[in-house]
């Protein structure tokens, strides 16, 4: 895929020499300095309030000294060296905003530099965290520009009268400089009482919003305006919601090298591998759909299997301890019984009277005590074999339910395995056609059938294709030597693409 390089290479040495001169003159001291100039307004009272915060009771003594003025001395000095000089230089700061070590700036590759800037300009405007490398290019360049209209806006409205006339000569001299078209064009869109640069100036200075704003810089082009003051305003603006000023520089790099980019980074959906059209993508989402059904009843299946391999187990444990329980409660029964048959035996002597009176009472005592223990033995014996009765027909309907859930299960389990086999080989001969400079391993098609939806192997795809186009393996690892690349999907999960340079080794889901 394209980088930001490839928009720094059609840009002219001017412009190269306003980015290093922006990146080099614009930071907190510089602005603070600038107590005088109404683009910052305020920066002083917040740099004391900064230092005041931190338990300093001394005030900055700053100089009123202009940020642009600073750029743009800064970039005529740069006029003597050679456009090779020039981008080495912007590299260099770069990588140096970007937290590359000074050892290491000059043999980052261009792809690897690019996807840190990126990433430090998506910082700025909190997007998506692991968003593939165009989407936040993209996004950036959205937020950017308006930042730069709404800087730009109030550059024009706080004009003093010598700039309203300077800046409606340089609008009058670019409007001589524009096609016919172009100036039919803008005639139309802003519809001026006065076509001229007075005219437009006018309406430029007296609008709310900046409409009409966006309008003239998309026709007569942003080097039309003072970019300097106006990229210096929206650099130092960002301090207020406490973000650094090198975000913002990195954001308006970004979107300048878009600019002369002229061409969309973004991936072609449309292309992807498992894009489909209308037609064709309503039987691909049926298929899908049924494939995650068929997941989701097999799961089910498997869970519903546990259950009752789990009941299995509690009621044979049930039938083991009821069963110990009554056949200790029998060995009980058989020695009541016998003691109350002995008991018994000896009723002829007490009831003819050959004991005493103290020794029959304690006798017909004894009688009845047996009696009770056998009786609750009995109760105990016949409620035991009851419930062992009714837990061998609990266990035997578990058992059928059992070899029902299990069938089931393998029926299942061999239709999902062919649909996942089928599916796989399919993104198979996709994959290895379309990423042709990849290679897979085998285990790759089925995590990624079975892991991600259609939606969601099309975010995949996306990272994959804008990697498969870049000429460093590594250029979009979290780190530099991860072998991991971070994909966003929706719903706060993650795609992680794991990698050894051009071998896909695994692509799992997170979160």
Not at 227 to 254: C, D, F, P, T
Not at 328 to 343: G, H, M, T
Not at 401 to 413: N, S, Y
Not at 469 to 480: M, V, Y
């Amino acid at each position: 895929m394209p980088n930001i390089f490839d928009g720094v290479r059609k840009m002219s040495d001017d412009e190269i020499r306003l980015e290093i001169a922006l990146f080099t003159q614009t930071n907190l001291l510089n602005a603070a300095k600038e107590t005088g100039n109404r683009v910052v307004n305020g920066i002083a009272g917040l740099a004391n309030s900064l230092f005041q915060s931190f338990g300093s009771t001394r005030s900055m003594d700053y100089q009123a000294v202009k940020v642009p003025d600073m750029v743009n001395e800064q970039a005529d000095r740069l006029a003597g060296l050679s456009r090779t000089e020039l981008v080495l230089r912007l590299k260099r700061l770069i990588a140096a905003k970007c937290g590359v070590p000074e050892e290491e700036s000059e043999i980052t590759g261009d792809d690897r530099l690019s996807f840190l800037a990126v990433n430090e300009a998506a910082n700025l405007y909190n997007i998506t965290k692991y968003a593939t490398p165009a989407n936040k290019i993209e996004q950036v360049c959205i937020h950017y520009n308006k930042a730069f209209l709404v800087s730009l806006h109030q550059c024009i409205v706080r004009q003093t009268e010598d700039e309203i006339q300077e800046f409606d000569r340089k609008l009058q001299k670019r409007i001589d400089e524009i096609s016919i078209e172009d100036k039919r064009e803008l005639h139309k869109r802003l519809m001026p009482k006065e076509f001229s640069g007075r005219g437009i100036g006018r309406i430029l200075r007296l609008e709310r919003g900046t409409k009409y704003l966006e309008q003239t810089v998309i026709i007569l082009g942003v080097h039309t305006f003072d970019e300097a003051s106006v990229h210096v305003a929206a650099a130092v603006g960002v301090i207020k919601n406490m973000k650094r000023i090198s975000q913002s520089l990195m954001a308006q790099l970004v979107w300048k090298c878009a600019a002369r980019y002229g061409g969309s980074f973004r991936v072609n959906v449309s292309s992807l591998p498992s894009y489909a059209s209308d037609g064709i993508e309503d039987e691909q989402k049926k298929d899908d759909e049924e494939f995650r059904e068929l997941l989701s009843s097999t799961a089910a299946l498997r869970s519903r299997l546990t259950g009752c391999e789990k009941l299995m187990d509690r009621v044979d444990e049930q039938v083991s301890k009821t069963g110990e329980k009554l056949h200790e409660e029998r060995e009980r029964l058989v020695n009541a019984r016998e003691a109350f048959d002995r008991l018994a035996s000896q009723k002829d002597e007490y009831s003819n009277r050959l004991h005493t009176e103290s020794e029959t009472k304690n006798y017909y005592s004894r009688v009845n005590e047996a009696s009770r223990r056998l009786e609750q033995l009995e109760t105990s014996v016949d409620r035991l074999e009851k419930k062992l009765g009714e837990l061998d027909t609990q266990s035997g309907d578990c058992e059928t339910e059992l070899k029902a859930v299990r069938t089931e299960l393998e029926a299942a389990e061999v239709k999902s395995d062919e649909k996942l086999r089928e599916l796989s080989e399919r993104l198979m001969n996709k994959w290895t056609a379309f990423f042709f400079r990849f290679t897979f391993d085998s285990g790759v098609f089925e995590q990624a059938v079975l892991e991600f939806d259609l939606g969601e192997r099309l975010t995949v795809e996306e990272m994959l294709k804008e990697l498969h186009e870049s000429s460093d393996a590594g250029a979009f690892d979290t780190s530099l030597s991860s072998g991991e690349i971070i994909c966003g999907l929706l719903n706060k999960k993650n795609a992680v693409i794991f990698h050894e340079k051009r071998k896909i080794t695994k692509i799992i889901k997170q979160g």
